[in-house]
């Protein structure tokens, strides 16, 4: 069965966002970005794959799923579909209809949808984001790998939305990079 791995970027007070979206305050440079690019080259959007010449092969995941909101964080520079290398699903009640061909737009309850995508042949399922959309598939949700950055923010976009109930989870590594920045992987205890 495939699995499910949350993979996003936080601060260190649990914000993966600024109330608007924007996470523009994460940074963009540094000796964790290398890694990325050796060690996640898929969860780069296009235009950073095309920017640092990346042209790997998607190693450990071929879908994505995003909430509207962090879809959205890419409309007005025209990404309209950031992971044409991975098959994009969008999660929104509200959306009309998708903005690009490769890009699904779900309606329905994600819980059972990625239920079902988890059962599909394939390689493991990535969890952009968002917070809500995090809380709703934590049932399903088998790995968190955290980006912690060095910033407090104070306000934003929680990494997971309120009304979870405690849930256990285990370390299985760590890696701090000289930028500050820490890559925390942990599983989810069921």
């Known amino acids: 069965m495939r699995e499910l791995k949350y993979f996003v970027a936080s601060s260190i007070d649990g914000f ?59 409309l007005p520079f025209g990404a309209t579909s950031p992971y044409p290398h991975l098959r994009q699903y969008v999660f929104s009640r509200t959306m009309e209809k998708s903005l690009a061909p490769d890009v699904e737009l779900v309606r329905t309850d994600p819980l059972p949808f990625v239920r079902a995508l988890k059962q599909q042949p394939g390689k493991a399922i990535w969890l952009c984001g968002g917070g809500a959309l995090a809380s709703a598939l934590l049932p399903e949700l088998d790995e968190l790998i955290l980006k912690l950055n060095p910033i407090l923010l104070g306000a934003g976009i929680p990494l997971f939305a309120e009304g979870l109930s405690p849930t256990r989870v285990t370390r299985t590594s760590v890696k701090t990079y000289d930028s500050g920045v820490t890559f925390l992987h942990y599983r989810i205890n069921r």
Do not use: C
């Open 16 to 74: 993966i966002a600024e109330k608007d979206g924007s996470f523009g305050f994460f940074p963009m440079s540094g000796d964790h970005i290398d890694d990325i690019v050796q060690s996640f080259p898929e969860t780069l959007p296009a235009h950073a794959r095309t920017a640092l010449g990346v042209h790997a092969e998607n190693r450990w995941i071929d879908t994505v799923l995003m909430g509207r909101k962090t879809y959205e964080v890419g």
